[in-house]
C-alpha cells in the first residue's frame, strides 16, 4: 500500500512539473464476488461528515507523501466487515485521482490500513451512493444493487419484498421515484425525477424486465436517450445525445466516479447534437450503427451480420474524411465466450489518400457467403 501511495505521489510531481494534464485511469478490474471482498478489510455503507486536508506529523511537514491525503469521519449506515475507525483517509485529494468524496455523501467504501489508518484509494470498488443534494444512480440502479449483494454476502439485511406503488423523495420533498412492483420486481410504469423536478427516465417493465419504450433526459430536460424493449431485449432503434454540458471521457477516472463538481475538464458546448444510432433486430443483434462527432459528422458507421458474426466498420477523422476500415468475424471459444478477430484493415492519411492495409485470413469472401 506504502509503495501504490509514492507511485501516485511522483506520478503526481512529475505531471505539475511538466506542466501536461492527464487523468488517474483505473482497468482490469476483477468482478466483485465473495473472493473480491476478502481483499478488503474494512467494506462499509457510509455518510461522509467531516472532511480535511491530512495533517502531517510535525517531524514530516515538508514531506511531499501527505499532499494527496485527507481525512474524513462518518456515519455508519451499515457495516459489513470490521468495524470502522474514527477517522478515515482518503487518497488522491486535490489529483487527477481524487474520487470526490466530499461531506454530505453517501458511498460504500472498499478500504485497507496505510500507516496505521483505514484508506480509501482511487482504484479499488468505492463508489458514491448519493451525492449533496440527494441524487443518487437511478438511470441503472447500480448501487441499489451492489449494496443488495454485499448485504446477501455478509447476511447484513435481507431486501424488503415490495408490492404495489412505492415512491420515494430527495430530501427537499421534492419526488425522487415512483415505481410498481410486483413480488420485489419492478412491474409496471417506472418513473425518476432529477432533484430539480426534472423527469430523468420513464420506463416501463413486465415481470422485472423492461418492456416497450424506455426514455432518459438531461437534468435540462433535453432527451438524453431512447430506445425499445421486448421483454428485456432491446429491439428496432435505440439513439443517445450529447449533452450540452460535458466530460471528456478520456479524462475521468472512471464511469461509475462523477467527479463533475470537481474535475476541471468540464467544457460547455452549445447545441443538442446527436451521439449515435444504433439498429437491432427482433432478437436483440445489432444490424447498424452510427456515431457522431460534436460538430454532427460522422465518427463510426458499422454494418453487422449476425447469422455470419461478421462487422464492417468505417471510422471517419473529425474533418469528414475516412481514416480506416476494419472487417472482423466473431471469433468463439468453449471456456471463455467469444472475442473479434480482424480479418482485413484498411487505412488512410490525414488527407484521405490510402495509406495501407493488414490482412488477417485469406477466405473472406467464404467467410462472408457462410461456406466456412
Given amino acids: 500500500m506504502k509503495s501504490a501511495l509514492w ?21 482490469n478490474y476483477d468482478p466483485l464476488n465473495e473472493i473480491t471482498y476478502k481483499k478488503y478489510k474494512y ?75 483505514a484508506t480509501v484509494f482511487s482504484c479499488n470498488y468505492s463508489f458514491r451512493y448519493r451525492d449533496q443534494d440527494g441524487k443518487r444512480d437511478l438511470a441503472d440502479n447500480s448501487g441499489d444493487a451492489a449494496i443488495n449483494r454485499l448485504r446477501k454476502a455478509f447476511n447484513v439485511k435481507s431486501d424488503i419484498v415490495r408490492n404495489g406503488r412505492v415512491e420515494s423523495f430527495y430530501p427537499t420533498g421534492q419526488k425522487e421515484t415512483s415505481a410498481y412492483y410486483k413480488l420485489g420486481q419492478f412491474d409496471g410504469e417506472r418513473l425518476y425525477w432529477y432533484p430539480n423536478g426534472q ?39 435505440s439513439q443517445s445525445w450529447y ?33 449515435n444510432t444504433t439498429l437491432y433486430d427482433q432478437h436483440g443483434h445489432q444490424l447498424y450503427a452510427k456515431s457522431y462527432y460534436r460538430t454532427g459528422r460522422i465518427m463510426v458507421e458499422s454494418v453487422s451480420l ?18 480506416m476500415t476494419n472487417l472482423s468475424e466473431r471469433v468463439e471459444f468453449q471456456l471463455h465466450g467469444s472475442t473479434r478477430q480482424t480479418l482485413l484493415e484498411i487505412d488512410y492519411n490525414e488527407d484521405g489518400t490510402y495509406a495501407g492495409y493488414a490482412g488477417y485470413c485469406m477466405d473472406i469472401d467464404e467467410i462472408i457467403e457462410g461456406r466456412k
Fill in 7 to 27: 507511485s501516485r505521489v511522483v506520478l503526481s510531481l512529475l505531471l505539475l512539473h511538466s506542466g501536461s494534464v492527464f487523468a488517474c485511469h483505473c482497468s
Fill in 43 to 117: 467494506i462499509a455503507f457510509v455518510k461522509v461528515k467531516a472532511f480535511a486536508p491530512f495533517t502531517a506529523p510535525a517531524d514530516n511537514r515538508k514531506d511531499h507523501q501527505y499532499s494527496s491525503l485527507a481525512m474524513f469521519t462518518v456515519d455508519v449506515l451499515e457495516n459489513y466487515k470490521t468495524p470502522l475507525p474514527d477517522t478515515l483517509l482518503m487518497d488522491g485529494y486535490k489529483t487527477s485521482c481524487d474520487i470526490g468524496l466530499r461531506p454530505g455523501q453517501e458511498w460504500v467504501i472498499f478500504m485497507n490500513d496505510l500507516q496505521d489508518y
Fill in 199 to 237: 423527469l430523468w427516465g420513464r420506463e416501463t417493465y413486465v415481470n422485472g424486465l423492461k418492456d416497450g419504450v424506455a426514455e432518459k433526459w438531461f437534468a435540462d430536460g433535453h432527451v438524453a436517450h431512447k430506445e425499445k424493449y421486448s421483454r428485456g431485449i432491446l429491439v428496432d432503434t
Fill in 243 to 275: 449533452e450540452s454540458k460535458t466530460y471528456l471521457p478520456t479524462l475521468r477516472m472512471l464511469s461509475d466516479m462523477y467527479q463533475q463538481s470537481l474535475d476541471s475538464t468540464q467544457r460547455l458546448y452549445g447545441g443538442h447534437q446527436l451521439l
Fill in 306 to 323: 449476425p447469422d455470419k458474426g461478421i462487422d464492417y466498420v468505417t471510422r471517419f477523422r473529425e474533418n469528414g474524411l475516412i481514416q
